[in-house]
């Protein structure tokens, strides 16, 4: 069983005057989220995609490949300013959409000529960062160009992430080993839940290991909800997942449940998994006849679930 999340990005730079007055406001630019910022959600990169904004005076063509800035100048830490989680069917259909905005401030720049930009969750030096982001700084025409920041003036960059999940059903059979060479079929619907949530806050995605990636699984004898809600007859609920070491550039990641011989015991419909990537509620039903798992005291069960980011 797996589930997918899209990821996006864009950026708005703004210069203001020493009266506080509006030089120059780009308004929002889409930027290229890259090969490395993707590996960043499988973790060992820092905690935070959006930690850092890095500026700088390069102008080649950014590509996926890219791991700086052609030509960095400097730095900010960032601070929250806006925040999205809502949900509106009439108006979003089968794409939610959540994002966060961030804001960056740059002093004593002193006549610096500014043409591309990137955010980086490490940031070392100059030439010790780990880039996420990257593009180049367009005019209205959508022609790169370059701003200039003159010694009495601030640079305020604004970043907004997007996620994006999918609102649709998605449907599958899986096969239910017994450990000794049998299995039995089962029918399986995956469906978000909690839909507009603080899990499904931005910020809380971008961890360094989706060892926090989860908040918590918990199994239920309920049937599914709709998206924004959860299954009702809760049984058990457990924290202790495991998750597959992580591949560069495979963009996914597997969480075990594994429950223990006296976890779970009843019957299972629903198993609801919510994670840092979003809240997923997931059906099961026998080929047979649509009966629902059954789990006694004398068995374990594991529960994978992959969880892919594009």
Not at 38 to 59: E, K, T
Not at 186 to 197: A, D, E, T
Not at 239 to 261: F, K, P
């Amino acid at each position: 069983m797996n589930t997918n999340i899209g990821t996006a990005g864009e950026f708005r730079c703004v210069v203001k005057k020493s009266d506080g007055s509006i030089k120059t406001d780009t308004g929002y630019q889409k930027n290229l989220i890259l090969d490395q910022g993707l590996d960043f959600f499988g973790g060992g990169n820092g905690d935070n995609m959006m930690y850092f904004c890095v500026i700088g005076s390069g102008n080649s063509q950014p590509i996926y490949t890219q791991n700086k800035l052609d030509a960095t100048i400097e730095w900010a830490v960032g601070g929250r300013v806006a925040y999205n989680s809502d949900y509106d069917a009439a108006r979003d259909g089968n794409l939610y959409k959540t994002n966060e905005v961030k804001k960056y401030t740059f002093n004593g720049l002193s006549n610096v000529n500014i043409s591309e930009v990137g955010l980086a969750s490490e940031f070392s030096s100059t030439t010790d960062y780990y880039l996420c982001t990257r593009a180049l700084i367009k005019d209205a025409q959508g022609v790169p160009a370059t701003i200039t920041v003159l010694s009495d003036e601030v640079l305020e960059i604004y970043y907004k992430l997007w996620q994006v999940f999918d609102t649709t059903d998605k449907v599958g059979t899986i096969n239910l080993l017994d450990g000794v060479g049998g299995s039995v079929a089962y029918n399986y619907k995956l469906r978000l839940c909690v839909v507009g949530s603080r899990i499904y806050q931005v910020g809380g995605l971008l961890t360094d290991d989706l060892t926090d990636l989860y908040a918590s699984s918990s199994i239920f004898t309920g049937d599914l909800e709709d998206i924004k809600g959860i299954p009702s007859g809760f049984i058990f609920g457990s924290n202790s997942l495991t998750l597959s070491t992580y591949n560069r550039g495979s963009y996914r990641r597997t969480i075990l449940c594994a429950l223990t011989h006296e976890e779970g015991v009843g019957n299972i419909r629903t198993y609801v998994l919510g994670t840092t990537m979003g809240a997923y509620q997931i059906r099961f039903g026998s080929v047979a006849d649509d009966s629902p798992i059954t789990k006694t005291n004398i068995q374990t069960l594991t529960i994978p679930v992959e969880v892919s980011w594009g």
